[in-house]
């Protein structure tokens, strides 16, 4: 069965710092994988998505993640945080019945300092 | 532009009322899906629906139903509302055939029983 876990449940850091939101994934196939940011009181958008292309996978607004298979991680980054950064983020893994249906983590709330 | 497409931001209702949410898609997406989601719980699949006509249970239906009479169309209904539904709502929507397809959600309804 497929599985999502998102390490860290709340991340601090400062304007103009990197950001690093991790992700580890369980599935008995080759997933597809995906990030969504959800901003207070909105639905969510999607930031990027891994489908069995390149490993290293860009995203709107600088994002962008890795999938490493030996380490079943698909890792969020961005190397400067912006204020408007400023929200909670899913990590996404698709379904193995092939429906269309995914799977999501619990969420990591990203808070950027000033 | 993908565009899903909730009928209301903000509902508050009384305690025993029958009500009902609407999403609709114009992108012609056959899957659709109603999530709810709670602080610490993430987003928990109620139902979805591949089909016109078409629905599957997710993961926790009790207390809804729903209906898909035209395929841009998906909606959710509480029989009888209780305050433990009280939630945040999201509609969401993808492509069927192939798995690695991304959704595309509503703004969200956040609906208080009171």
């Known amino acids: 069965a497929q599985s999502v876990t998102q390490l860290d449940s709340h991340v601090s850091v400062s304007e103009g710092t990197p950001v690093l939101l991790r992700c580890n994934y369980s599935s008995s196939y080759s997933p597809s994988l995906f990030w969504y940011v959800q901003h207070p009181n909105k639905g969510l958008q999607l930031l990027l998505k891994?489908?069995?292309?390149?490993?290293l996978v860009k995203g709107i607004n600088g994002f962008e993640a890795e999938f490493k298979k030996s380490e079943t991680s698909f890792h969020l980054t961005k190397p400067s945080a912006h204020m408007s950064d400023a929200a909670e983020y899913f990590c996404?893994?698709?379904?193995?019945?092939?429906?269309?249906?995914?799977?999501f983590g619990q969420g990591t709330t990203l808070q950027v300092k000033p | 532009d993908v565009k899903v497409t909730q009928s209301s931001r903000y509902l508050v209702k009384r305690t025993g009322e029958k009500v009902f949410l609407e999403c609709v898609q114009d992108m012609d997406h056959e899957n659709m899906f109603w999530y709810r989601q709670d602080p610490g719980l993430g987003l928990r699949l109620i139902y979805f629906s591949y089909d016109v006509k078409m629905k599957e249970k997710g993961d926790i239906p009790e207390g809804y139903s729903v209906s898909r009479e035209k395929k841009e169309r998906f909606s959710l209904i509480l029989e009888s509302a209780s305050t433990n539904q009280t939630s945040m709502y999201l509609c969401?929507?993808?492509?069927?055939?192939?798995?690695?397809?991304?959704?595309?959600f509503g703004d969200g309804t956040r609906l208080s029983i009171l």
């Open positions: 969401a929507s993808n492509l069927r055939v192939y798995s690695n397809q991304p959704q595309h």
């Open positions: 996404v893994v698709s379904d193995a019945s092939n429906t269309g249906k995914l799977i």
């Open positions: 891994y489908t069995s292309a390149a490993t």
